[in-house]
């Protein structure tokens, strides 16, 4: 017999994932709002994109982003903006968001 009414047990790896999952913060929501524009903890989204306003954590990612998507136009460091200067500046006892990025690197 194969006991197929049988109720199938979550292994502990499984279980640590789903509490993982549910109590990392992914940068959503309100909390996520704040952590995109560069508000009270500094933010992941530093800088962005002069000519379609993506936004990208630092210098090497835009320009990864820049030769594909603008591939015509002159990759310009200077013309990038800082989205952390134009806001406020986090003071530096607050600590950085924790926010877990893809899991492929």
């Given at each position: 017999?194969?006991?197929k009414?049988?109720?199938?047990k979550h292994?502990?790896?499984?279980?640590?994932?789903?509490?993982d999952?549910a109590t990392?913060?992914?940068?959503g929501g309100?909390?996520?709002?704040?952590?995109?524009?560069?508000?009270?903890?500094?933010?992941?989204a530093?800088?962005?994109?002069?000519?379609?306003?993506?936004?990208?954590?630092?210098?090497?990612?835009?320009?990864?982003?820049?030769?594909?998507?603008h591939?015509?136009?002159?990759?310009?460091?200077?013309?990038?903006?800082?989205?952390?200067?134009s806001?406020?500046?986090?003071?530096?006892?607050?600590p950085?968001?924790?926010?877990?990025?893809?899991?492929?690197?």
């Amino acid at each position: 017999m194969t006991g197929k009414a049988k109720p199938k047990k979550h292994t502990a790896k499984e279980i640590q994932a789903k509490i993982d999952a549910a109590t990392t913060n992914r940068g959503g929501g309100k909390a996520g709002i704040a952590d995109r524009t560069g508000q009270d903890k500094g933010g992941h989204a530093k800088y962005e994109c002069p000519h379609c306003k993506i936004t990208a954590p630092d210098v090497k990612s835009m320009q990864i982003h820049h030769d594909s998507k603008h591939p015509k136009i002159a990759f310009d460091e200077a013309a990038i903006v800082n989205r952390h200067a134009s806001t406020s500046q986090a003071p530096a006892e607050k600590p950085k968001p924790g926010v877990r990025g893809s899991l492929k690197k």
